[in-house]
């Protein structure tokens, strides 16, 4: 079969109901009837609610309901945990866990400022708003944990009294003889990173709507959700319906980036509203709330060290890692392991010891977010690499050449497990080789010859270069379901949900070249939980191999299906069966060209014939995925500083990556674009700021600031291809990789051009306050002032 | 409290009651069903509600439906034909200007007036525009290039026409 679409870069199909403003999403519906939720919200960080008054704000113009914990509490189950330790990393890796699930309402006790308190149900949201400020909430405040250190010591308030301390995970992985090998290194350095909490901030916030059907006892929720089926899942255990009678669809989704991917409590809540008040209802999130109820990210604190000979060779790496996980330890090890498989990346390093712990504080929960425990753990290695390169007075891109694996040390495997349980092997790659692709597309050479003669004009330019390998397309499946209708055109079902990436053009692309017909005649339908029984969702670069190979797999086999159709009908042998835009032919018999319409025509039956073959042009397929394959990419940020200000300009940024084989180039090209300009938002501009009452000072957009068209350059991109040899089409994740490596690479590039001044960055967003702050520590140190 | 304003929108006259807190957005996605005016931030910041008024953008959010009484507004269900799209569309089709489609229509409505203000932009002047947007899935440089194509065709038609 030949690729007609594979590899080709066709416009997407969904393009245009968006371009003319018909895109459907969660606040686009409307039903007869349908009430409106507005939520009353902890403004405590941690408190006891001691009394909750409603009746004012019962009498308040169009109020039907308000309820509290009590008035939903037959639904109040915990919501779901994710991250258990499969039992491939338990048998290698020592984890202690404990979990407890939120209650989606607060049944006496508030962990975060925004947890929610009290549910107001009225004809429009404005007058849901005015009644939720009628809610009189008696709060008694609780001592909170607002920094995860503290919250570890022994001395430190318990958040949950039954675990006795704060610590929620702690393990420690690694190999090798580490500290033979610091003892034996000729160079050693050590540092401090703090990698603050920034956020997925998609530009729709969420929103639910829900419908309960007396009729069938069954319930509708739209929920601008990345995991249909996981929101199902939670709902099932919730409501005690069978899975069926809950249908979840995800209408057009403004953006997702993980943050919707993690389970909430309005997902109970609002289907529950909709029971309780046989009425539908429909809550869409505020900024505000956005800010202090969706989850939250990143959020680490590094302590790193590094062995090395004078020659730059890299020997052992020590790692203390610090998450703060929030309020609940809803994601278990997926964080805290994803940041310790990843710390080592393309360097080879025959020693390794990561402890890792996971804190609970009264924060907004911690989940993953494009990159989830990546862009973090690579900001650690990365900054070290660069600290490292300053001790032994050598290049950093040389540094990385001397110890980047090639590809000829693949498959690699790293001594640990991957999260998965399964061994962490490197499927394809060329990290150097990527690496040498990045330095020869920018320029490296002339770069730092540039920089030099800059620096004699008092220009401060910096070269900052990071790179990360990334396990992509965790498993275990994604399913799909591939059917024809009577004129051949095909709708595929699957659980892979879309949040912008361009699913219903990819995936057509992927079905109509293995089915043989035109792209045009392929309905894509994610997110629908009544279109495919089991799921996993969109997250973690994990759709395109899942799902697409499903899809792939399934729709080979409608195709085998049509081939026997079409020979019983042509009455010529399965193997001399073609199918080629729509059409099926004896092979050297153009006249033989038929319709696939016809063919199906020909296997329904009639009043006077059978049909010839049975009409099943259907097929499912759950394509297993044991384990992730690995995506690389070496980032190269040029930055100006200037010393006065502390202003931190970015002047070029640049891509070298691999992803295996490309569906559709121009949506690589995109996704990547976009992963980077939110990973220089980590870098240069965002941040949810605490105070020390663990209370949140961010609350819009003038407080957290989000990259415009004004911060971010072009992006450049160098494209390598490695086929996975873990997947029929040999496809690699892309989806999140953009975003892991700016923060590093730009860190490095301002310390790179701050470097006179002997100026150390251990934290970001480098903002121009901290900039300043920086140059005036080095003067304090001793350094040149600025 | 209510009031009783007359708007004109995508070329049609609407006469209607509306709260006078109702904001301009939410006329236009409740009273008038156009839910192509999406809403990202509601505080003036994000610009996703950009709507025409009177030619000019304007953020739907941040005004009252009340002070929109005798205007023209223009939302994105009046730029395109009945069939196909507008050169603007066009362009962010061609130039994959946009992925989850959420902030496109306040972003194309900026354009329509932007490019009308300046025919021929510079990148320079395409992305300061672009800076009253938040778009968090493109990174932007495909919407500058989509930008600059439609600039190249709406000049064109404006020549053949």
């Not at chain 2, 065709?153 to 053949?160: E, I, K, L, Q």
Request: with cysteine; aromatic share 6%.
């Amino acid at each position: 079969m030949g690729a007609k679409y594979f590899g080709a870069s066709v416009k997407r199909r969904e393009d245009p109901r968006y371009l003319r403003g018909e895109g459907r999403f969660v606040d686009d519906i409307k039903l007869p009837g349908m009430l409106h939720a507005a939520f009353v919200r902890s403004p405590y960080a941690h408190a006891r609610i001691a009394a909750i008054r409603a009746d004012a704000a019962k009498r308040m113009p169009g109020v039907a309901h308000v309820f509290t914990f009590a008035d939903l509490e037959r639904w109040m189950k915990p919501l779901p945990l994710f991250g258990a330790v499969p039992p491939g990393l338990a048998a290698r890796v020592q984890v202690t866990m404990r979990q407890i699930g939120q209650l989606a309402m607060c049944r006496a006790e508030a962990r975060h400022v925004g947890e929610i308190v009290a549910m107001v149900l009225a004809t429009s949201r404005a007058l849901a708003e005015d009644a939720g400020e009628r809610v009189e909430v008696d709060y008694e405040p609780l001592p909170v944990l607002s920094d995860v250190e503290a919250a570890a010591r022994p001395d430190a308030p318990v958040l949950y009294p039954e675990w006795g301390d704060n610590v929620a995970l702690s393990f420690r992985a690694g190999f090798g003889d580490v500290e033979g090998a610091f003892r034996r290194a000729e160079a050693r350095v050590r540092e401090r990173f703090v990698i603050p909490r920034y956020v997925g901030m998609p530009i729709e916030t969420r929103g639910v709507v829900a419908q309960w059907d007396p009729r069938d006892g069954a319930l509708t929720t739209w929920n601008g959700t990345q995991v249909v089926h996981f929101v199902q899942q939670g709902l099932v255990a919730a409501l005690g319906l069978a899975p069926h009678k809950i249908r979840v669809i995800a209408p057009d989704v403004g953006g997702g980036f993980g943050t919707k991917a993690n389970g909430y409590p309005e997902d109970l809540l609002v289907p529950a509203a909709a029971i309780a008040a046989r009425r539908p209802v429909k809550w869409i999130e505020d900024r505000r709330e956005h800010m202090m109820g969706s989850a939250h990210a990143r959020a680490q604190v590094h302590d790193i060290e590094i062995a090395a000979r004078r020659d730059g060779t890299m020997l052992a790496v020590r790692d203390r890692i610090w998450v703060d996980l929030g309020a609940y330890n809803s994601w278990g090890i997926v964080l805290p392991y994803n940041t310790v498989a990843h710390l080592l990346g393309p360097h080879r390093v025959p020693n390794l010891d990561v402890e890792c712990r996971g804190v609970v504080t009264t924060k907004t929960p911690n989940a993953p977010y494009r990159g989830a425990g990546r862009p973090e753990t690579v900001f650690a290695m990365d900054r070290i690499v660069d600290c490292l390169a300053v001790e032994l007075g050598m290049d950093p891109a040389e540094l990385r050449r001397r110890n980047y694996l090639g590809e000829a040390d693949m498959p690699y495997e790293l001594q640990i497990p991957y999260r998965d349980g399964n061994p962490l092997v490197y499927d394809s790659g060329d990290f150097r080789g990527g690496l040498e692709a990045a330095l020869r597309a920018v320029g490296y050479d002339a770069l730092r010859a540039e920089q030099a003669r800059l620096r004699e004009q008092g220009i401060h330019r910096g070269i900052g270069i990071s790179s990360y390998v990334e396990g992509t397309a965790i498993g275990p499946y994604e399913g799909a379901t591939v059917r024809l209708d009577a004129s051949g055109h095909a709708v595929v079902a699957t659980g892979a949900c879309c949040q912008g990436q361009g699913h219903e053009t990819s995936f057509a692309q992927i079905a109509a070249d293995a089915l043989g017909i035109p792209l045009e005649w392929v309905t894509v339908v994610g997110g629908d939980t009544a279109a495919i029984p089991f799921g996993v969702g969109t997250f973690a670069s994990r759709s395109a191999v899942n799902a697409g190979s499903s899809i792939h797999e399934a729709s080979g086999r409608v195709k085998d299906k049509l081939v026997a159709a079409a020979a019983a009908l042509l009455e010529a042998a399965p193997a001399d069966i073609e199918i080629a835009d729509g059409l099926v032919s004896v092979r050297g018999a153009p006249a033989s060209a038929t319709p696939l319409a016809a063919v199906i025509r020909a296997a329904i039956p009639t009043f006077a014939r059978p049909g010839v073959a049975a009409p099943d042009f259907e097929a499912t397929v759950y394509h297993h995925q044991p384990t992730v394959t690995y995506t690389s990419a070496t980032h190269v940020a040029v930055v100006d500083v200037d010393a006065g200000t502390g202003a931190v300009k970015l002047l070029r940024y640049l891509v070298s990556h691999d992803c295996g084989k490309v569906i559709n180039p121009v949506i690589v090209e995109g996704q990547i674009h976009g992963g980077v300009a939110q990973g220089v938002g980590g870098g240069l501009l965002e941040e949810m700021v605490y105070d020390e009452q663990a209370q949140l000072l961010t609350g819009t957009f003038m407080d957290y600031l989000v990259p415009t068209a004004m911060e971010l350059p072009a992006i450049e991109t160098v494209h390598l291809e490695y086929p996975s040899p873990r997947n029929p089409l040999g496809m690699k994740g892309i989806g999140e990789g953009g975003a892991i490596s700016p923060p590093a690479a730009i860190a490095n590039a301002v310390e790179d051009a701050l470097r006179p001044f002997g100026v150390r960055v251990t934290r970001t967003p480098l903002g121009p306050s901290v900039v300043l702050g920086l140059l005036e520590q080095a003067a304090a140190r001793g350094g040149r002032p600025a | 409290m209510t009031r009783t304003i007359r708007v004109t929108v995508n070329g049609r006259e609407h006469e209607r009651t509306v709260e006078v807190r109702a904001t301009l957005a939410e006329f236009l996605r409740e009273d008038l069903d156009l839910t192509g005016t999406h809403v990202g931030c509601e505080h003036g910041v994000c610009g996703t509600c950009t709507v025409l008024l009177d030619g000019e953008p304007v953020r739907a959010c941040l005004m009252l439906a009340v002070q929109a009484d005798g205007g023209h507004v223009d939302t994105i269900e009046g730029l395109a034909p009945a069939e196909g799209l507008h050169p603007i569309q066009e362009a962010f089709w061609a130039k994959h200007g946009l992925q989850c489609g959420y902030c496109t229509p306040g972003i194309i409505m900026s354009t329509r007036a932007f490019l009308r203000e300046r025919p021929e932009p510079s990148r320079e002047e395409i992305r300061e525009m672009l800076s009253g947007h938040l778009c968090r899935c493109t990174g932007y440089h495909f919407i500058v290039e989509a930008i600059e194509e439609a600039a190249r065709a709406v000049a064109g038609g404006r020549r053949s026409s």
